[in-house]
């Protein structure tokens, strides 16, 4: 059993930055896959970026390629999600996921993670 807790959303300005959090309570959060997935008002879930337990990183597609960056610190059982040049359009509820499969390369599908944090609320308006 995994449990997810995302940290740092809030309201930002256009072109500002964010760094999201995901900490994670387990003793085996570093064989996890993790993904950062959004969901914004009206629209279905997305995905964002994946790594996997060894760091590889796997973008859902080029849209997310420059502006998002994912890193890990397992010895915080954290994993963090920067965003760049923050844009209205970003405005979303940003979820973090554990994949029990954590080899490289991680897939950036909601079906293949098992468990879910609650979501942090990332704002982005003047």
């Known amino acids: 059993q995994l449990q997810l807790v995302e940290s740092g959303g809030g309201l930002v300005q256009p072109g500002g930055s964010l760094t999201l959090s995901c900490a994670a309570s387990?003793?085996?959060?570093?064989?996890?896959?993790i993904g950062w997935f959004r969901q914004a008002p009206g629209k279905e879930r997305e995905g964002i970026k994946c790594?996997?337990?060894?760091?590889?990183?796997?973008n859902y597609d080029d849209t997310v390629k420059g502006r998002f960056t994912i890193s890990r610190d397992n010895a915080k059982n954290t994993v963090y999600l920067q965003i760049n040049s923050l844009d209205p359009e970003d405005t979303a509820v940003y979820y973090c996921?554990?994949?029990?499969?954590?080899?490289?390369?991680?897939?950036?599908?909601?079906?293949?993670?098992?468990?879910w944090g609650q979501g942090t609320q990332v704002t982005v308006s003047s």
């Open positions: 790594i996997s337990s060894s760091g590889g990183v796997t």
């Open positions: 996921a554990a994949d029990p499969w954590g080899e490289s390369p991680c897939a950036v599908v909601a079906s293949s993670y098992k468990f």
């Open positions: 387990g003793s085996t959060f570093d064989t996890y896959a």
